[in-house]
Structure formats: structure tokens, C-alpha cells
């Protein structure tokens, strides 16, 4: 016989997954409050009733099932159930032969995790005689010196052992944790060492092989795997404020301490850096899993990148695909765009807290290793309608925000002539640009032609609607020279978004060639092509980087199964927002990208 554990999720409505029941009454939380698998769903003539230890959020089988069984349950619940995306109604089975997922969805979003243990027989009768078999499996692992309760699922069929935590709070001892198991082998070994129960420790922040050799000296290999955000293979960001307080303040950092465990790349790791931390964006600041900025109190190198003290963590909470910026960034790599952004996607604790799965990128800043501009003499601006209490207004209505030079580092009188050097600098080009005269204003003068049209590609690409307003749009000048359009951000509002998480419309539409869009932001960027020669060289660059963006669902793809175990955590504790089956919404994104550049294709060769 052996043991076996299936997790689900569960939030705020009654539910059943072999039915929909009406509400007995309203609980508090989310609670599992009945869990049977019903012979008459079945096939069979008696039920399988699970008792249920609301402490542990465990359910215990009553009764042996055998291996490979798809059963349907019957669970009763303060939330609605869902299985691989599908609701449970009375027609979905569950897989017992593997862990089992369920996602039950409430109204608040609240979620809580109970595991489900069964025996189960194997296939073949005479499969229970073999001699090289781990028959028990328990992983001792800790959170703040206490044990996490942490049910095991053994599957000799597979060779595997699958450890599911209780919770997704930081394990202390994950990379040295010991396992207290038993075996019907002589021996047994992992990475070549031999293992004593309750003795040796191993490295479980990826699967370890155990090798189990019988008295005759046959073998059997079992790979155990802890189902955590530490063991999904990203890079793992750790911040532990000085108060253990939350982070509350978009202005003012809290003062703490950061580490950072790659453990693909042990090179990278950070140990007990200072930094200060505080929150970032617009409306991403609104919702409830929330962007930060980290600000090193010296130089560091984040994953192999050029040092610098400012870095950003995105939530990326409208993104069903965690993706949007990533691959934006890609495609903006292939055109070369320079200072281009890099998206290395990490998991997130904070004092001990998992916060789910993020992008972790630089700031956009001039810099040595971000835009390499002068800090003092040049400028880099943001065209963005979101107040900022030192932006500026351009004879035409354009928002601009001056992010360097530093302004906080100024006296008010060295303030006001900055602002007023930048307002002069940008009417410079928008004068030229937006006259009645256009095209024929010397309006090339003043823009860095070819990087205008690179970055106008990556948002008609990802069909990015920010621009309109505008939001966050970056371009930078140095002394005497050319406005230069970068670094591409902010791409949650692309890839036909249509509100909420609700994404993959509008893939044969312009968003800018056009567009009779009156914002302030469609005016100026539609102006550029009643230019002919624009439009011919718009057309001609489209042709040139076609074959290095052709392939990108391909890119999306890897990624995907990349950030597969990531979803699954991240899910566990924002579960009320992401609802939706993560390999449909990669594959939703892969379609809708290629329809996008067929019809791009069409369009821009019919300018």
C-alpha cells in the first residue's frame, strides 16, 4: 500500500464538485466542510467518506483506492471549485495517480490549502513484492524553528515522492533539510552519498534522486520533490524590513535587509545586502499584490546585470502570462533598442511572507548601466498624464515628467531652470512636429528618426495602448543632439487588452497608423506618418525585422513552461485573481501574436 495526497484550494461559496448544492449557510474563511467520493458517481456500491482535521487542513480517505483511479468527488466548500480551469459539476474527475489541485474561488478571494491523504494499491498484485522500495517518506522541514506540516505523496509507478508544505511561508532549512523515510533495500543513496533516516541532509531547492538498491542489487530511483515557491527553479528575493513591518509608503523607504538565492546560479546570490524598500507605480499601486522599488545602499549587480542601487519588482497583476513585459523587452532586444530593460522573473518574500511571482528589472534612470547619459547636462524625460508635483506642460498639452536630472537634488531656483530647459528642449521638437507645415518643418533635425520608428514597432507589435494618453513613455537627449525614444515599459495594457485580465482582442486593428484617436499622445505619434518618407521608411524597417520577431510565440512557449511551477505558487496565494488555466493563456498569447504579425504584415506593406 502507500500514502497519497491531494491539495486543493479553497475560498469563499458552497459548493460541490460532484454537484452544485444550494448554501446551507454562510462561513467565515474558506473551509472544506464535506469531502466523499459517492459510489453512485462512480461505478461502485459504497462511498468513500474523507474526515476532515480543520487544524492540519487535512482530509483522510476512509477506504483503499487503487492506482490510476479518476474519481469524482463530491466536496462541499465556502467557495466554488475549479480543476485544471474546468468547474467541478459532477462531470470532471479527479486524477488520484498525482497531486491534485483544486482551486475553489470565493468572493473576497481568500483561499486556504487542505490536503487529502489516501492509500492506494498498485496496478499489478505482485508489483508489492519488489524489495527496493521507500515505503514512508517524511521531510522535516522548519519555518521560524517550527515545524511545517508537510504530507507526502509516494508514486513507485512514477518514482517519485512529492512533498507538499502546509504553507507558502519561507522555509528556513529547505537547502538542508533531512528526510526521515524507511525502505525495504539494503541501501540508499542520494547524489552518490549514503543516507541515514533522520540523519542526512540534502539540498531540496530542486529535486533529489534517491536510489534505493535491493539485498539482490536491483535499484529503484525516486526523484522527491517539495512543491514550494523555493523549489520552482527562479532566482528566490528575500527582504526582511528592520520593523517587520509591511510596505505602506510610495515616497519613503523602510530600511531592510535583502538576499537573494539563485539556485540554477549560485554565482548571483546576495547575502545580506542593506537596502531600503517602498512602493512603486500608478494604478498597479492600487491593487492588493503590490510593485516595490529597492533601493541598495551600494552598487549591486542583480543576476549578473551592470550595478546600480535602484531596482524594480513587478507584480504584474492584470498579466495572466506574467509575460506582457517580458516579451515587449525581448522584441525590443532583437530591434537593439538601446538600454532595453531586462525581465528576470523571481519569486517574492517579504518578512517571511510569500508575495507570489514577480519581474524583477532595472529602473529606468540615466546611469553607467542604465541610460548611459550625462546625469547633469543631458535629459531623460517621461511623457505620462499621472500627476508628479514637479511636471511640466507643453505649449500642446503634453505631460512630462523630468527624471534627469535629478531634481530632488536641487535647489528650487536650479529646479525651475531645469524645468524650463527641458519644456524648451521637448517644444523644440513637438513645435516642428506638430505644425501646420508638417512634414516640411525640419522636423528630423530634432528626432532620432530610426529609433522613433524601432520603438513605434514594439508598441504596434504588442498593440500597447499607453501611448495614447500617454504613460510611460521615456526619451532621452544629450547636449545638442537628437531626442532618442527609450526604454520601452509598461505593457499590461497591450495584446488587445479589454479590462480586468481579460486580454488576446483587436489583433487586426492599427493602434497608431490611423487611429483617429484625439489624446494628446495619438496626435503626436499619428503625425509621423502624414510624413511619405516616414511611412516608406516605417514600411521598409517593418520588412528588416520581421524574421527576428517571427518567431516569438516560440520564445513565449519556453517561457511558459519556465513559469508553469511558478503560476501554481503564485496561485495558492492570489488564487481570487488568478483564475484563469495558465498553459491556455500562454497558448492564448502565442495565437494572438502570430495573427498579429500576418495582419501587421498586410497593413504596413499597404501604407
Known amino acids: ?95 488520484f495517480t498525482e497531486a491534485v489541485a483544486l482551486l475553489v474561488v470565493g468572493y473576497d478571494g481568500s483561499s486556504a490549502t487542505y490536503t487529502v491523504i489516501a492509500t492506494i494499491d498498485p496496478i499489478s498484485p505482485g508489483e508489492g513484492s519488489d524489495d527496493n522500495k521507500i515505503t514512508s517518506y517524511k521531510l522535516e522541514l522548519l519555518h521560524n524553528s517550527s515545524a511545517i506540516t508537510s504530507p507526502c505523496v509516494i508514486n513507485h509507478e512514477k518514482g517519485t515522492v512529492t512533498v507538499l508544505p502546509s504553507t507558502t511561508a519561507w522555509i528556513d532549512n529547505i537547502t538542508e533539510a533531512r528526510a526521515v523515510f524507511a525502505s525495504e533495500g539494503v541501501r540508499v543513496t542520494a547524489g552518490g552519498k549514503e543516507q541515514e533516516s533522520g540523519i542526512s541532509a540534502n539540498d531540496f531547492s530542486r529535486g533529489v534522486e534517491y536510489t534505493v538498491t535491493s539485498q539482490s542489487g536491483k535499484t529503484r530511483t525516486y526523484t522527491v520533490s517539495v512543491v514550494c515557491p523555493q523549489s520552482t527553479g527562479l532566482p528566490v528575493i528575500r527582504v526582511v524590513t528592520d520593523n517587520r513591518q509591511g510596505i505602506s509608503s510610495k515616497t519613503t523607504y523602510s530600511a531592510s535587509t535583502v538576499w537573494l538565492d539563485d539556485y540554477a546560479s549560485p554565482g548571483y546570490n546576495i547575502a545580506s545586502a542593506r537596502a531600503g524598500i517602498r512602493g512603486r507605480g500608478n494604478s498597479t499601486w492600487s491593487y492588493s499584490k503590490k510593485p516595490y522599488r529597492v533601493r541598495f545602499d551600494d552598487k549591486t549587480s542583480v543576476l549578473g546585470h551592470g550595478k546600480a542601487r535602484s531596482w524594480v519588482l513587478l507584480a504584474n497583476w492584470q498579466d495572466p502570462t506574467y509575460l506582457m513585459n517580458t516579451v515587449a523587452f525581448e522584441i525590443a532586444r532583437r530591434l537593439e533598442i538601446p538600454y532595453t530593460n531586462h525581465a528576470e522573473h523571481v519569486e517574492l518574500y517579504l518578512n517571511g511572507a510569500y508575495q507570489g511571482a514577480y519581474v524583477l528589472s532595472e529602473q529606468v534612470q540615466a546611469g553607467t548601466n542604465r541610460v548611459n547619459i550625462d546625469e547633469d547636462n543631458d535629459l531623460l524625460i517621461e511623457l505620462d498624464i499621472y500627476s508628479d508635483p514637479d511636471k511640466i506642460y507643453s505649449a500642446q498639452g503634453m505631460h512630462i515628467n523630468i527624471k534627469s536630472p535629478d531634481l530632488d537634488e536641487m535647489t528650487a531656483a536650479q529646479k525651475q531652470q531645469a524645468k524650463a530647459k527641458a519644456k524648451s528642449a521637448y517644444e523644440e521638437m513637438e513645435s516642428r512636429v506638430l505644425n501646420s507645415s508638417f512634414p516640411n518643418t525640419g522636423w528630423r533635425d530634432y528626432v532620432d528618426v530610426p529609433s522613433l520608428i524601432d520603438y513605434l514597432l514594439v508598441y504596434e507589435v504588442t498593440r500597447n495602448g499607453e501611448l495614447g494618453h500617454p504613460k510611460s513613455c521615456y526619451l532621452w537627449r544629450r547636449a545638442g543632439g537628437k531626442w532618442t525614444w527609450g526604454p520601452v515599459w509598461d505593457f499590461d495594457w497591450g495584446y488587445g487588452y479589454n479590462g480586468g485580465q481579460t486580454y488576446w482582442y483587436y489583433a487586426e486593428s492599427w493602434i497608431y497608423a490611423g487611429n483617429a484617436d484625439s489624446s494628446v499622445g495619438s496626435i503626436l505619434f499619428n503625425r509621423f506618418f502624414k510624413d511619405p518618407q516616414f511611412k516608406a521608411e516605417y514600411k521598409a524597417r517593418w520588412n528588416q525585422i520581421k524574421p527576428l520577431i517571427s518567431d516569438i510565440d516560440v520564445f513565449v512557449g519556453g517561457m511558459g513552461e519556465m513559469l508553469a511551477l511558478s503560476d501554481v505558487q503564485n496561485k495558492r496565494v492570489w488564487g481570487g485573481q488568478y483564475k484563469l488555466d495558465y498553459s491556455g493563456q500562454i497558448k492564448k498569447m502565442q495565437t494572438w501574436l502570430n495573427q498579429r504579425i500576418v495582419y501587421l504584415d498586410r497593413a504596413i506593406n499597404n501604407l
Open 1 to 95: 500500500m502507500k500514502r497519497f495526497a491531494i491539495t486543493l484550494l479553497a475560498c469563499c461559496w458552497l459548493v460541490s464538485c460532484g454537484k452544485d448544492v444550494e448554501p446551507e449557510s454562510v462561513l467565515e474563511g474558506a473551509v472544506i466542510t464535506d469531502f466523499k467520493i459517492e459510489g453512485r458517481l462512480n461505478g461502485a456500491d459504497y462511498d468513500i467518506v474523507g474526515k476532515i482535521d480543520q487544524t492540519s487542513r487535512t482530509i483522510t480517505l476512509d477506504r483503499t483506492i487503487y492506482a490510476n483511479s479518476s474519481l469524482i468527488p463530491t466536496v462541499k466548500a465556502t467557495g466554488i471549485v475549479y480543476y485544471r480551469g474546468q468547474r467541478c459539476a459532477g462531470t470532471v474527475p479527479l486524477d
